[in-house]
């Protein structure tokens, strides 16, 4: 169904691509990002937020620089007290996203970003808790990895040959994500109570890169994070002329919550 193609050595922190960037540069990226339209089309001004899974917490301070009353939580307290320490007046807590303490049906809409792959059994806990903190007709905008043909492949071979190199040397590793097909989260969610209002391609806009950027080192620029090298800028052209699908890192949906009628969701 989903595919747990990336992996880390087990010795790393995985799951928190924060590390090496400031907080001032998570920012700055959010205005490359393809899904930063989205949020100013869909995200209700003046509703309740929550972003469940904040990391450094650079789309809460980004989208409430635009009005937007959004909190964050995260997990990881070293995130959070780097950005409380960046801004205190900021409302970003540590905190479970499958077990938050808030009062059921309590959000207007909730953001998670690159986090539900995460979890090795799978994101229907994820998703059942953004339902319960959902008002009705609650919007939940969720990205994950997505499975391109690109990667199917040439990336994931890759990979999986660089792997097993590197396991005949002794590097142990561990799980760190599924790539998700566009079609199995839209199944999943589906299952979960949502009704998906709109898909779109995650990544970043040139000169950024994301996909290439994360797939191929080869590709990456010596200096510049998040872009590529001349090749690199070549190939992305070339599958951008194709479908903006070829190369991308990610998926998000834009989803409202079913309505719970007499038991049954509707």
């Known amino acids: 169904m989903y595919h747990p193609v990336a992996e880390v050595e087990a010795t790393e922190t995985h799951g928190q691509c924060w590390h090496g960037e400031t907080i001032e540069e998570g920012i700055d990226l959010c205005q490359y990002q393809l899904i930063e339209p989205h949020f100013r089309e869909f995200l209700p ?5 929550l972003e469940a899974g904040c990391g450094l917490g650079r789309w809460v301070f980004y989208l409430r620089r635009l009005g937007y009353d959004v909190i ?18 900021v409302p ?47 919007l939940y905008f969720v990205t994950v990895p997505v499975q391109t043909l690109n990667r199917v492949l040439i990336a994931n071979p890759l ?7 590197q396991k005949r040397n002794g590097v142990g590793y561990a799980f760190e994500e599924y790539r998700y097909t566009r079609q199995d989260l839209r199944k ?32 990456r620029h010596p200096s510049n994070k998040w872009e590529l090298n001349r090749a690199g800028k070549l190939v992305n052209s070339i599958f951008r002329l194709l479908t903006p699908w070829a190369a991308c890192a990610g998926v998000m949906c ?11 969701v509707r």
């Open 45 to 49: 001004k003046g509703g309740r937020i």
């Open 72 to 89: 964050g939580i995260d997990l990881a307290e070293d995130a959070i007290a780097a950005a409380r320490k960046y801004d205190p007046t």
């Open 92 to 138: 970003v807590f540590s905190a479970d996203v499958l077990h938050t303490r808030f009062p059921d049906k309590h959000f207007d809409a909730v953001i998670a970003l690159g986090v539900v792959e995460h979890f090795e059994e799978g994101p229907q806990r994820a998703f059942a808790e953004v339902r319960r903190v959902l008002t009705d007709g609650g």
């Open 159 to 165: 990979k999986e040959f660089k792997r097993w190199l």
């Open 188 to 219: 999943l969610l589906r299952e979960a109570g949502f009704e998906i209002i709109k898909e779109a391609p995650d990544d970043y806009r040139p000169p950024k890169n994301m996909g290439l950027f994360v797939d191929y080192p080869f590709l």
């Open 254 to 264: 834009i989803c409202r919550k079913r309505i719970d009628i007499g038991g049954a």
